[in-house]
């Protein structure tokens, strides 16, 4: 009953903020530069937890600026996934998001213009060209945010990785950063619509540079980075 109430009050208080982030980042979009607007993102994703009745904490050292491209490999566990990661990220990060999410009014614009890349989870070609397009993207220096899994997790637990981010990464030869994602699944489960209040905690793992991957499969790199993650989180 707790639950149901706190989600009651919640959701109307984060949707208004939601409306309101996504006009002023759209304005931004079109007045400030594209790798300049991280600046600003930080805390709009801060309060976008803080509105959906989370604290944020970051448990660890960030990445330094100066070693990127890198990609960033997350356990996909809750819709403040990738407020999260982009309360802490210090430079111009991009993305590789399901297409699904570009269908959401207003929201799907504002990814469309900041340049996130959308990708058919369920379509081989075309999701290869958009592992193409993010890999040009990392290519010229920009730093890349992707879910192996996919899709969020249903039971809390980490699923399977799909092998495409580490042909990304193998093709591209850019740092890999794990992080760890958690209480994100605690405050809101895919299959629950209810909000449970709480701390959500980010922990960003040790780089895993091209030298170290190199010489290792595409299967061999995947199980690294999952073994990496899952040791974030538990």
């Known amino acids: 009953m707790i639950k149901f109430l706190f989600s009651i009050f919640l959701w ?42 989370q604290i944020l904490k970051r448990d660890s050292n960030l990445p330094l600026k100066i070693n990127q491209p890198y990609i960033y490999m997350f356990n996909h566990a809750s819709m403040f996934d990738q407020f999260m990661i982009g309360a802490y990220i210090n430079h111009y990060l991009t993305a590789v998001a399901a297409i699904e999410i570009f269908k959401y009014p207003l929201w799907g614009q504002v990814l469309n213009k900041y340049g996130i890349i959308p990708i058919y989870r ?17 290519l010229s220096g920009a730093s890349i945010l992707i879910a192996p899994e996919g899709t969020r ?17 193998k093709n591209s030869g850019a740092t890999i950063i794990p992080i760890g994602l958690i209480g994100a699944f605690e405050a809101k489960k895919k299959t629950d619509w209810r909000i449970k209040p709480g701390q959500l905690i980010v922990k960003f793992g040790d780089p895993i540079t091209r030298i170290e991957y190199s010489k290792m499969s595409i299967a061999e790199l995947r199980d690294l980075v999952r073994d990496r993650i899952n040791k974030l989180i538990y």
């Open 122 to 138: 369920k379509k081989i070609k075309k999701a290869l060209t958009s592992l193409s397009e993010a890999e040009k993207r990392i």
């Open 153 to 169: 997790t249903t039971d809390g637990k980490l699923g399977d990785f799909k092998k495409g981010p580490f042909h990304l990464a």
């Open 12 to 53: 109307p208080i984060w949707f208004v903020y939601t409306f309101i982030a996504l006009i002023t980042i759209f304005i931004m979009i079109m007045i400030i530069p594209h790798k300049k607007i991280y600046v600003f993102l930080r805390p709009i994703c801060w309060f976008w937890c803080f509105f959906g009745g």
